[in-house]
């Protein structure tokens, strides 16, 4: 017996009418699943958009920056779940670097929300950060002269006010470990890299995108 | 003095055997396939309430709407447990595929009336 008819021989079973609806069910289920854990990688994996952040310290800031050593800046949407895992990324980094830096996170607040509205579980978990001084940025007013509008942006300035890291600290959307952004801002605290080249951000945007179309348009 | 002999077991003893077993074979198949149906559909439900507790809603400034991950966790049968889709569909490839070389090995011819036969395996007449 030829080998092609031994084969569709032993497949005939696996083809008969009934057992066409099972594999049509089949093929839909695995379909369904793998379309939907592709939307939820590119989701999880999709950058925000990074900050255009100013070379020098912006002289409006309401934020001082450290006299002597670097100062850093985290900015986050109080609600976004992502932002969780930039907040462990911060402590990660505090915990590895030799000289504490000054360290802010800015909590947004838009206009229309009531008192309190940014003290969510990231506020509690953000206040449990070292040298960490926790602001609330009304409708985004420092984030816009940082020019960030991602939360999880972390800028990070050296000891003269010049801007020596902007990115992100997380690999993917709401996912830690190791990643590049944490490595080289440790490495940037630690003054082994004077500047970082940049990384992506992962979060949810600080800003609507009618309120940014305004901007421009303005 | 009487002497306990072994004898053969008889042709209706050995059929009525098999059918005790084929039951009982059966009934833990249903058991276990009732189970992890349920488990399955707890599994769901408990992805979908998970995912509503840790990451309902996504922001964009003051406007938020529904997290994926809720939507995958309704549509996609849970985040975390979708990944193990793979642990599903690759036994049942390997199971195709024994079944496969099975039969070119060995030779057996497709037995379509034997494959249906089984269906019943469980539901025998009672050895009278």
């Known amino acids: 017996m030829s080998v092609p008819r031994t084969v569709a021989r032993a497949l005939d079973p696996l083809f008969t009418s009934r057992s066409w609806i099972l594999w049509a069910l089949a093929v839909l289920w695995l379909t369904g699943a793998v379309g939907g854990l592709w939307v939820v990688w590119a989701y999880e994996n999709r950058a925000g958009a990074s900050a255009s952040a100013p070379e020098e310290w912006p002289a409006q800031s309401g934020l001082t920056r450290a006299s002597a050593g670097s100062t850093l800046i985290l900015l986050a949407h109080p609600r976004c779940p992502c932002t969780q895992a930039s907040l462990g990324e911060l402590a990660e980094v505090l915990a590895r670097t030799n000289i504490p830096p000054k360290t802010y996170v800015l909590f947004l607040k838009p206009d229309g929300f009531a008192e309190g509205w940014e003290h969510t579980d990231l506020w509690q978990l953000a206040s449990t950060l070292p040298n960490a001084t926790l602001v609330r940025d009304d409708d985004g007013i420092e984030a816009r002269r940082f020019g960030s509008v991602t939360s999880g942006q972390t800028l990070g300035d050296d000891a003269r006010g010049r801007l020596a890291f902007s990115g992100g600290i997380t690999g993917s959307r709401g996912h830690q470990g190791e990643n590049a952004g944490r490595v080289e801002l440790i490495e940037v605290l630690n003054g082994s890299s004077a500047r970082s080249g940049g990384t992506s951000v992962f979060g949810c945007p600080l800003f609507s995108p009618g309120s940014r179309s305004r901007e421009k348009a303005e | ?128």
């Open chain 2, 1 to 128: 003095m009487m002497s306990l002999t072994a004898s053969e077991p008889t042709a209706s003893t050995e059929r009525r055997s098999q059918e005790l077993f084929s039951e009982h074979q059966n009934e833990i198949h249903r058991h276990t396939d009732r189970l992890f149906a349920g488990l399955m559909g707890f599994q769901w439900i408990a992805g979908i309430l998970f995912a509503l507790w840790v990451s309902p809603l996504a922001w964009e400034g003051p406007v938020s709407r529904t997290h994926i991950h809720v939507w995958a966790a309704i549509f996609v049968g849970g985040w975390a447990l979708s990944q193990l889709w793979l642990f599903w569909i690759a036994p049942l490839l390997g199971a195709v595929l024994a079944g496969v070389v099975y039969r070119l090995v060995s030779g057996e011819r497709s037995q379509a009336a034997g494959i249906e036969g089984r269906a019943d395996v469980g539901h025998l007449p009672k050895a009278r």
